[in-house]
Each structure stands twice: as C-alpha cells, then as structure tokens.
C-alpha cells in the first residue's frame, strides 16, 4: 500500500540556519512527488513537485528537493531559513489514475523558527 | 484567478446535528477532491469527482457522509448525523483535467467542530 512518512513531528531552527525535511514513501511505481506548506489560516500552498526528470527540483520561496529512488525519500531542503518559512509541511505522493489522482500525505511537520 | 473556496471557514455543531460543507473550485477545474485531516492525524483523501461524477470515493468513511456536485461547478459535503469523531478539518481542491492535472490546489479548509 501507497504510504508517506515525515519522520519530525516538529522541527526548531534558527533563523539563518539551513533546513532539511524529511519524506520517505512507499509506492509501487514510479512517484509522483509534492512539497505543500500551510500556514497558520492558510490552505495548503504547494511548494514543489517532482515527476520525472532532474531529481534535484526547485520550488518556491527558496526551497528545493531531491528525489533519491534507492532512499525512497524526498527530503526538502532550504539553505537559509527565514521567520516566516514557521509553518507546517507536508510531504505528498500522487496515486495517479486516469483523470486525476489522489494525494497521500505524510503526518507533516511543523517547523519552529527561533529569532 | 480566484482559488479554490470554502464555506464555512468553522462551524461548530452538536452530535446528531446534520452540517453541509461547501467548495467552490477553480473555474475550469473539472476535477475536485475532498481531504479531511483529524487532529493529530494525516490529511486523508475523501473523494474525487471529474466534473459531476464520482471517480473514486474510496476515503469516504461511511453513509453518513454525502458529497454532491450537481452541474460539475461546486460541491457539497452533507454529514448527517455528526458524531464527535467527525472533528476536524475538511479541505478541498482541484486540479485542471489536461496536462498538469496532478497539481491540486487547496481551499483554505472548513474547520468542524462537533460538541
């Protein structure tokens, strides 16, 4: 079966220090992969995907990821984390299908920013 | 280009009480899905309608939930009778039916709270 594992739970950091999330997945074929990020009020903003090609992708606000197959893992990455990167991320496999598909998630992961 | 909406933003209701959910998708999106996230837990899918039909709704946890989407426009999520573990929060999305259609776009969810 189809799963995701954020192995943090919660996750503190200083500001300007770099950052890395992790993911890992179980999935059969070959993933379709997602990065989204929900702050505080917000909905869930995507930051990155990935489904083929490069394995290293780069998203929005700075952040990047890189798809390791023999990890089975996509760990987000930023260099220099910012105030206001304090969210909770999720990592996301898509079951595709025609028309469409699900997403899976991971528990997600809140990341603190210290000052 | 609005976004995906929801109505309500909360609502909080007693068991046994009947509550309906509403999302408006991206125009042109004929593909929309609801996600519920348990306190505490993942972000579960729900279902998936492409325009009015129902594709997969898999996730649905039992009759007592009800999603509709006459005309392929918005959608309704019915749950009735509520019961306390019915809590949470319910997000919806959408994703346009070509090319990259694996990138959902979510709402900002309906946070329900049965007492």
Known sequence: ?115 | EAGVTQFPSHSVIEKGQTVTLRCDPISGHDNLYWYRRVMGKEIKFLLHFVKESKQDESGMPNNRFLAERTGGTYSTLKVQPAELEDSGVYFCASSHPSGRGYEQYFGPGTRLTVT
């Open chain 1, 1 to 115: 079966a189809q799963s995701v594992t954020q192995p943090d739970i919660h996750i503190t950091v200083s500001e300007g220090a770099s950052l890395e999330l992790r993911c890992n997945y179980s999935y059969g074929a070959t993933p379709y992969l997602f990065w989204y990020v929900q702050s505080p009020g917000q909905g869930l903003q995507l930051l990155l995907k990935y489904f083929s090609g490069d394995t290293l992708v780069q998203g929005i606000k700075g952040f990047e990821a890189e798809f390791k197959r023999s990890q089975s893992s996509f760990n987000l990455r930023k260099p220099s984390v910012h105030w206001s990167d304090a969210a909770e991320y999720f990592c996301a496999v898509g079951v595709i299908y025609n028309q469409g598909g699900k997403l899976i998630f991971g528990q997600g992961t809140e990341l603190s920013v210290k000052p």
